[in-house]
């Protein structure tokens, strides 16, 4: 009935990273946080907590942490390794910048 599960398909890493991005936005949320409160709480210049959404900043990974009360290695799986220890040099995939939504429309409706 279903197709077996291929281990040697590409794997889309934008929907990894949209899930990871869209899981700290939740507690984010769900903390009444925003990206602003912790970049003044945390004296990060502005912008910087959104911009760490989407590439790897030490630095802002750390207020966004701290602002949840964990581990950024438990928020940013891949930017981390499993130990805890930051990865360097950062994955390539890790600064590129998702699809947006009306990509990812385009490309389900193409």
């Known amino acids: ?3 077996p599960h291929r281990t040697d398909k590409p794997r889309d890493v934008s929907t990894g990273k949209l899930k990871e991005l869209a ?3 939740h507690k984010l949320i ?6 602003y ?3 003044r709480r945390y004296s990060l210049p502005r912008g910087t907590a959104g911009t760490t959404l989407r ?12 602002a949840l009360g964990t581990k950024a290695h438990l928020l940013w799986p891949s930017r981390y390794r ?5 990865r360097s040099p950062q994955p390539r995939e890790n600064y590129e910048r998702p ?3 009306r990509q ?3 490309a389900a409706g193409a």
């Open 104 to 106: 990812r429309q385009k």
């Open 82 to 86: 499993p130990s805890g220890q930051r």
């Open 1 to 3: 009935m279903h197709r």
């Open 23 to 25: 899981a700290i936005k």
């Open 30 to 35: 769900l903390a009444g946080l925003s990206l």
């Open 99 to 101: 699809p947006t939504m």
């Open 37 to 39: 409160d912790i970049d």
């Open 55 to 66: 590439e790897p900043n030490a630095a802002g990974e750390r207020a966004i942490a701290a």
